[in-house]
């Protein structure tokens, strides 16, 4: 069963919080340290919304995009994909996620740095991030 959708104004309070967040703990050059600075819920709340975004803004069910343990989803055109592992996954933690997310890091840096993990032909946001400009 989908997840309801999430209200634009609650979903981007959370992201502006975590956000916010986010940016200290990078002031202060300590990128691990936000999912232990920010409360469980509103971090997953954030994420969740960033998500959501991004299946709305690249609808499509070519690439699986994860953010564990918060959330995933299917998003990009072309061949949807149905049963078992999918051809094409993207997998980051939250901070990471987020920072994406709001355009404060670039793909290629993220891929660069070894933040995300993508394996598949297709497995590349470059052109569908950020979703949430800051």
């Known amino acids: ?33 936000l999912a232990a ?19 709305e803004q690249a609808p499509g ?9 918060y959330a995933a ?4 055109e072309g061949p949807k994909h149905t049963r078992g592992t999918p051809p094409n996954v993207i997998e980051t933690d939250a901070g990471t996620w987020i920072a994406l997310a709001a355009g404060d890091l670039s793909w290629q840096d ?3 740095a070894g933040r995300v993990h993508a394996s598949g032909q ?7 991030l950020p979703v949430i400009p800051g």
């Open 37 to 55: 600075s920010v409360d469980r819920t509103t971090l997953a709340f954030a994420v969740r919304y960033s998500l959501q975004l991004l299946a």
């Open 1 to 33: 069963m989908a997840r309801a959708r999430i209200d634009d104004e609650l979903g981007r309070a959370a992201f502006a919080t975590v956000r916010a967040i986010a940016a200290e703990h990078a002031a202060a050059g300590d990128r691990l340290g």
């Open 110 to 112: 993220a891929r660069d």
């Open 122 to 128: 297709r497995a590349d946001l470059a052109d569908v």
């Open 73 to 76: 989803v299917q998003c990009v």
């Open 61 to 69: 069910g070519t690439v699986e995009v994860r953010v564990p343990p």
